[in-house]
Structures are given as structure tokens and as C-alpha cells.
Antibody, heavy 116, light 108 residues
Framework: QVQLVESGGGVVQPGRSLRLSCAAS????????MHWVRQAPGKGLVWVAG????????YYADSVKGRFTISRDNSKNTLYLHMNSLRPEDTAVYYC?????????WGQGTMVTVSS | SSELTQDPAVSVALGQTVRITCQGD??????ASWYQQEPGQAPVLVIY???NRPSGIPDRFSGSSSGNTASLTITGAQAEDEAVYYC???????????FGGGTKLTVL
């Protein structure tokens, strides 16, 4: 069964850090580009970051560049999002998703709340 | 602000046809994909590469594109199609991915 399972979300104070994980199963993880997409409460989808299947390229939205780092461990079939200097506007559900010519497979998301 | 523009809300009578549009300059160069999201659920891909359906998506869903506008058409809308629909593509630079603001579809 093809599956993506995010974890690591929670409540964190502004300026602090958090690491999200996305465990993949049921497909050849190392063959797919992987991305993070977020959705603030009551708002639309926003692309955050992407990582090519072979590790050759990383991409970031301007709003997170320099603060967030995407990484992957193909030996563990896991995608990560390291989030530093968190801001209240980073509060959202964070989804991991595969990408070929579209975002084909999505996890159920993990909620991150940035609040003092 | 998004580089892809969608109408915030559209309604359709049960069994009728509805078209949801997405406008953006980047659509002249890049294909759009479409996602359905029900409340509290993760998005689901319904159309990719302009007019391809993943397995399990009913054939009443179709896509098209002309100029700077991509469209998602639901032919014979069902009650279960009520959801928010998002388009997605690359931005004008081609380096980043973007989503439209979403269209809430109501089936009357």
C-alpha cells in the first residue's frame, strides 16, 4: 500500500526550531522527487520546498528560504523538513507529497503551531 | 499572492456540468494539475498533465487548457464532488511550484 506518514508537528514558540519527518512505504522512494506543501488554518495550499529524487537539487519558496532545510534519507525512505526561526505565520498543516508531473501521493499532514 | 487565479466559489445543480478555471501567465508554458480537497482531508490529485486522470478518479472529471487558462470540467456533478478544488503549476520562472487560491464547489 502506497503511503506517506508525516510526524514531528506540535506547538513551538516563535524563534524556535522543529523537524518534521515523512515516512514513505509501498513505492520506490529513491525514484521520486519529494516536496512539502503547507496549509494555514482556513487557507489554501502553499508549496514550501522540494528535493529531487537523486539529491541533486533543492528548491524553496521565498517565504522559507534561509530558514527551512529539506533533506532526505533514501536508505530510510524518509523525507525531512528542518524548520528554524519559526514565525507565527508558519502555523499550518504540513503535507509531504511525491512529485512527477504533479503531486500524486499525499500524506495526511502534521500540524505545526507557532505561538508563545 | 498566488500567480494562479481561481474564482473563490462556484455552484452547480446536481447532474449538471461545471467548469472551474485557473488563470496565470505560466500556464502558457507549463501544464496544470488539479486537486480535490474535502474538509479535514489531504488533497487528492484528480487531473494531471492537462487532461490525465489517476486511477480511481471518475471519468466525469476532465481537464483542458487554452492560452493562459486551464480548466477542470465535471460532467454530471455528483453530491460527493462538493469540495475545494486547487490548480497547480510552475511559476513564471519555472523554478518554483504554485497553487491557485482554490475554488469551493457547491453542488445544489
Amino acid at each position: 500500500q502506497v503511503q506517506l506518514v508525516e510526524s514531528g508537528g506540535g506547538v513551538v514558540q516563535p524563534g524556535r526550531s522543529l523537524r518534521l519527518s515523512c515516512a514513505a512505504s509501498g513505492f520506490i522512494f529513491s525514484s521520486y522527487d519529494m516536496h512539502w506543501v503547507r496549509q494555514a488554518p482556513g487557507k489554501g495550499l502553499v508549496w514550501v520546498a522540494g528535493f529531487s529524487y537523486d539529491g541533486s537539487n533543492k528548491y524553496y519558496a521565498d517565504s522559507v528560504k534561509g530558514r527551512f532545510t529539506i533533506s532526505r534519507d533514501n536508505s530510510k525512505n524518509t523525507l525531512y523538513l528542518h524548520m528554524n526561526s519559526l514565525r507565527p505565520e508558519d502555523t499550518a498543516v504540513y503535507y509531504c507529497t511525491t512529485r512527477g508531473d504533479a503531486f500524486h501521493i499525499w500524506g495526511q499532514g502534521t500540524m505545526v503551531t507557532v505561538s508563545s | 499572492s498566488s500567480e494562479l487565479t481561481q474564482d473563490p466559489a462556484v455552484s452547480v445543480a446536481l447532474g449538471q456540468t461545471v467548469r472551474i478555471t485557473c488563470q496565470g501567465d505560466s500556464l502558457r508554458s507549463y501544464d496544470a494539475s488539479w486537486y480535490q480537497q474535502e474538509p479535514g482531508q489531504a488533497p487528492v490529485l484528480v487531473i494531471y498533465a492537462e487532461n490525465n486522470r489517476p486511477s480511481g478518479i471518475p471519468d466525469r472529471f476532465s481537464g483542458s487548457s487554452s492560452g493562459n487558462t486551464a480548466s477542470l470540467t465535471i460532467t454530471g456533478a455528483q453530491a460527493e464532488d462538493e469540495a475545494v478544488y486547487y490548480c497547480s503549476s510552475r511559476d513564471s520562472s519555472g523554478n518554483h511550484l504554485v497553487f491557485g487560491g482554490g475554488t469551493k464547489l457547491t453542488v445544489l
